[in-house]
């Protein structure tokens, strides 16, 4: 049974920085990719960023290239998004997602994921 469960959000001011984690009882297969969503009050799910398997592959969205990192620790079973140089406009509800994919490939940003997490909050002001 997939589980996934995200921590790391808080609060930050303008400029600050934020690890989240994105822990995974277990992946979907032995192939498998995985990203991270935001959506914020009133507006829909966006994408954030996307990896393979390897980390090899990685996507982000225009709105945070440059900024956010997404990276994962296959040995962990665990993704990270590191975010850097935070702004208000990140404010969101951040999720994770993770579903199986060709070996090698990464799912394009906003992409369609079978497996999600609940969510972690991230407010800066």
């Known amino acids: 049974h997939v589980q996934l469960v995200e921590s790391g959000g808080g609060s930050v001011q303008a400029g600050g920085s934020l690890r989240l984690s994105c822990a995974a009882s277990?992946?979907?297969?032995?192939?498998?990719?995985m990203g991270w969503f935001r959506q914020a009050p009133g507006k829909e799910r966006e994408g954030v960023a996307t990896?393979?398997?390897?980390?090899?592959?990685?996507y982000y969205s225009d709105s945070v290239k440059g900024r956010f990192s997404i990276s994962r620790d296959l040995a962990k079973n665990t993704l990270y998004l590191q975010m850097t140089n935070l702004q208000p406009e990140d404010s969101a509800v951040y999720y994770c997602?993770?579903?199986?994919?060709?070996?090698?490939?990464?799912?394009?940003?906003?992409?369609?994921?079978?497996?999600w997490g609940q969510g972690t909050q991230v407010t800066v002001s």
């Open positions: 277990v992946l979907p297969d032995s192939s498998n990719c």
């Open positions: 990896i393979s398997l390897g980390g090899g592959v990685t």
């Open positions: 997602a993770a579903d199986t994919c060709p070996l090698g490939a990464a799912q394009v940003v906003g992409g369609n994921y079978k497996y």
